[in-house]
């Protein structure tokens, strides 16, 4: 059986790799540390037609699978891509899986090009999406209002539009709110690596139902947010571990490299084996949810090891380089923050090895 990627795989990744080496310069990353989104690149992804990579060609996409976005995804970790891929591609895949013709054709072709940002206000609420999601949503006539508080939705203060999960009388749903509109209030809010995230109040909002009340929807969301999270934060541990092997060969103390030493040696073998495994759970689970197989443990086990690796590699990536590991002017602390961030987004360790610990227990033997 062979196991290794197909050619479109390969290439798509190749494509996202060559404009990650020429656009996330270290002069480039330090301007966009402020914020953590460069508009400039956004573009460029949307001009080479990845961001509509695994889209259908009806809208627009290049009609690939999860294989291909999360190649891509991993390459914008690798280089700590000040992009918000990881919200933006799945809110994209859920609009054109669930979302009518109108509103396919009102959002999907600038999600496609680069010209907005979609994306998903799931964050605090790991543990509830898609049982009972804190924000309500009341029928309204022919529409909906809802109301609620959403904590560190990514990339909330340049959004568009915002996916938003919601208990009703008949289950959870998840909602289109715009910004901007009545009873929607976006604050920015602060995060360790700068990047812009919000939080967003509704209040008698208004919001577009996507697809319909208690079918799943926002569980085949949080699948996919969950999925790309993990993608991006492999790539993150990867180009972390390559770094730190790099300035381990040519750092030198007592006249020799520190890489030369017993201890930094074995803590970075223990890394890569790190990476591979988490490696292995990334794919597994994609290909699985690519088949249409159930792929509800396989997705936690891929965040799991994500959470763990990325807390670890961190965490080594500083202690290597030692102070120059979070001097501001170094690429070390980048790394740091950014893999931090992905430990606990959806959910860690502890909160994934729970849910596997419930699929697990609710399996026939």
Not at 147 to 156: A, I
Not at 161 to 168: D, E, N, R, W
Not at 268 to 296: C, F, T
């Amino acid at each position: 059986m062979d196991f290794s990627f197909t050619e479109t795989q390969t290439d798509a990744a190749d494509l996202a790799a060559s404009i990650f080496k020429n656009e996330c310069t270290p002069e480039r990353l330090k301007v966009a540390d402020r914020g953590r989104f460069d508009q400039e690149l956004w573009s460029k992804l949307g001009d080479a037609g990845l961001l509509g990579l695994s889209l259908p060609e009806s809208a627009g996409g290049a009609g690939l699978g999860l294989l291909e976005l999360c190649s891509v995804l991993v390459e914008a970790g690798r280089l700590v891509a000040p992009v918000p891929l990881t919200s933006h591609l799945p809110s994209a895949l859920a609009l054109a899986e669930f979302g009518s013709a109108e509103v396919q054709g009102a959002w999907l072709p600038g999600a496609v090009s680069g010209s907005l940002v979609l994306t998903a206000a799931v964050a605090e609420e790991r543990e509830h999406v898609p049982a009972s999601p804190s924000t309500v949503a009341t029928a309204a006539g022919d529409g909906w209002t809802l109301t609620g508080v959403k904590s560190v939705v990514p990339s909330g203060t340049v959004a568009s539009l915002f996916l938003v999960p919601a208990s009703t009388a008949d289950g959870v749903g998840v909602f289109l709110v715009e910004p901007g509109t009545a009873g929607v209030t976006v604050t920015p809010q602060k995060v360790s690596d700068g990047a812009q995230v919000a939080r967003l109040e509704l209040a008698d909002a208004a919001g577009t139902l996507l697809g319909s009340v208690g079918t799943g929807v926002a569980e085949w969301l949080e699948q996919r947010l969950t999925l790309a999270a993990s993608a991006y934060e492999l790539g993150v541990v990867r180009g972390a571990l390559d770094l730190t092997a790099a300035y381990a060969k040519t750092r030198e103390q007592f006249g020799r490299p520190i890489g030369t030493f017993q201890a930094v040696s074995q803590r970075l073998a223990d890394g890569y084996i790190d990476v591979l495994g988490s490696d292995l759970m990334l794919w597994q689970a994609a290909w699985r949810l690519e088949e249409g197989l159930d792929a509800a443990t396989e997705i936690a086990s891929a965040k799991l090891w994500a959470a763990d690796t990325g807390h670890k590699i961190a965490h080594t990536t500083v202690h290597v380089h030692g102070g120059v590991g979070i001097d501001m002017d170094g690429e070390a602390h980048r790394y740091f923050t950014t893999g931090k961030l992905g430990e606990f987004l959806l959910g860690g360790t502890t909160d994934q090895a729970r849910r596997i610990g419930a699929l697990l227990a609710a399996s026939p033997v």
